[in-house]
Nanobody, 124 residues
Framework: QVQLVESGGRLVQAGGSLRLSCAAS????????MGWFRQAPGKEREFVATITWSGGTTIYTDSVKGRFTISRDNAKNTVYLQMNSLKPEDTAVYYC?????????????????WGQGTQVTVSS
């Protein structure tokens, strides 16, 4: 089965930047969309960003538009999330996932493979 491992999360000050990585491994790396989700304490998992296999289409939740950038390097089986101008409300555990198809969906039930998550904490 495919395995996903997120990394890069840490404590940063508001206004700072951080880049998260998600490395995938397994028998195959299908041409499926990939996404980033996050979960803050006491809240449901929230969609953050998604990207098609080619990288030609990206979708972001409104709260991160203009600040976050999702990208992928298929040769390395890795997807990234560049986060700039971080705000305290960005604090959450961030998860990457592989979609059920090539469609870049925004709902968690459109994804079936998930990483373990990486903690991002933004201080005031």
């Amino acid at each position: 089965q495919v395995q996903l491992v997120e990394s890069g999360g840490r404590l940063v000050q508001a206004g700072g930047s951080l880049r998260l990585s998600c490395a995938a491994s397994g028998r195959t790396f299908s041409r499926y969309a990939m996404g980033w989700f996050r979960q803050a304490p006491g809240k449901e998992r929230e969609f953050v960003a998604t990207i098609t296999w080619s990288g030609g289409t990206t979708i972001y939740t409104d709260s991160v538009k203009g600040r976050f950038t999702i990208s992928r390097d298929n040769a390395k089986n890795t997807v990234y999330l560049q986060m700039n101008s971080l705000k305290p409300e960005d604090t959450a555990v961030y998860y990457c996932a592989i979609a059920l198809s090539g469609v870049p969906g925004t709902a968690s039930n459109e994804y079936e493979h998930w990483g373990q998550g990486t903690q991002v904490t933004v201080s005031s």
